[in-house]
């Protein structure tokens, strides 16, 4: 897969508005794959509301979905200037019916997967739109069917594996689990932090969209940061992208057996977020603590007992 680079997507944003039409027009009418991929990326890091806080995650995913769109609208007689009112509902229906091609799955796509494509797509009707190659809004009225697996059963917290895990990590490796399963941290904003994020007991995080806050820290991971020697002048804590951090989890999840538990990191991000809301009934600090903006979203994140009312439900 080609992967866009930031300086094609910038040099867009420098055309004049008759140039960048032109150029998306061009695009467009082609099929050309990877231009509208380029156009995608230079609305979203730099015209679209969220600009340049758009995750690296979230530009990538809708890359994958342009890149499954744009050969289908060819080969189904879809003019992406000028799509038929139906066009989109056909797009959807068909994702509906794809078989899934991940391995050791059965069945169709995911409603996730299918929304997330969807995403995709109507964010590259939005790129055409800001570039004034067409006023087209085909998914509009497309319906996506909601998934009826709330994320926190389809991906729930971890749980004893945690600790499990912790044996059998490295000084570095398990002050990395800590920093997401204790701190809530998001894996890219751990990966980021050197020591002059980290103050006693606090450390400051510069979370989505730039947005900081202060965290702080449990015993544990005080201790496992202490213990941490800095890598380099700039003081960073860890130098792993992101596929090597999870190579590296993996191996540790493999050896205390658990490997069939990995569900990415985001599940320990969860299990912070689960404990704390045990320990204080409270979303909006729990929120908080995650660097939410929405109390919804921290819902998704904590894995609320099905019984968890039962002691103030008992004298009713």
């Not at 289908?72 to 200037?81: I, Q």
């Not at 594996?161 to 894996?187: K, N, T």
């Not at 404990?275 to 600090?285: E, G, I, M, P």
Request: with cysteine.
């Amino acid at each position: 897969m080609t992967l866009v680079r930031a300086s094609d997507a910038l040099a867009l944003t420098n055309l004049t508005d008759q140039a960048l039409r032109v150029r998306a027009v061009q695009a467009a009418s082609s099929y050309d794959t990877d231009a509208l991929v380029t156009v995608t990326h230079a609305y979203m890091t730099t015209a679209s509301r969220k600009g340049a806080r758009t995750s690296q995650k979230t530009l990538a995913a809708y890359a994958l979905a342009v890149r499954d769109f744009v050969p289908w609208a060819r080969d189904n007689g879809v003019t992406l200037l000028h799509p038929g009112r139906r066009d989109g509902g056909r797009y959807v229906a068909q994702l509906q019916t794809r078989p899934s091609q991940g391995q050791g799955k059965v069945g169709t796509l995911s409603a996730s997967t299918v929304a997330q494509y969807v995403a995709g797509v109507r964010a590259l009707y939005r790129a055409l739109r800001w570039a004034g190659a067409t006023e087209a809004q085909p998914f509009e009225d497309a319906h996506v069917p909601p998934d009826p697996t709330p994320g926190i059963v389809k991906n729930p917290p971890y749980r004893a594996e945690i600790d499990a895990v912790l044996e059998h990590c490295d000084a570095r490796l398990a002050a990395l689990l800590l920093l997401c399963a204790h701190a809530g941290l998001r894996i890219t904003e751990a990966l980021n932090l050197s020591t002059h994020d980290v103050s006693g007991s606090r450390i400051t995080v510069e979370g989505k969209g730039g947005k900081t806050r202060v965290v702080p820290l449990s015993r544990r991971l005080r201790e496992a940061l202490s213990d941490l020697p800095a890598l380099g002048p700039a003081g960073r804590l860890f130098d792993w992208s992101y596929a090597q951090a999870t190579y590296r989890m993996q191996k540790a999840f493999r050896a205390a057996g658990h490997l069939s538990a990995w569900r990415g990191f985001h599940a320990a991000r969860k299990h912070s977020g689960t404990r704390l809301y045990s320990a204080t009934k409270d979303f909006t600090r729990v929120g908080l603590f995650l660097g939410h903006n929405s109390v919804d979203t921290t819902r998704r994140y904590v894995a609320v007992e099905q019984d968890d009312v039962a002691n103030e439900v008992e004298n009713f």
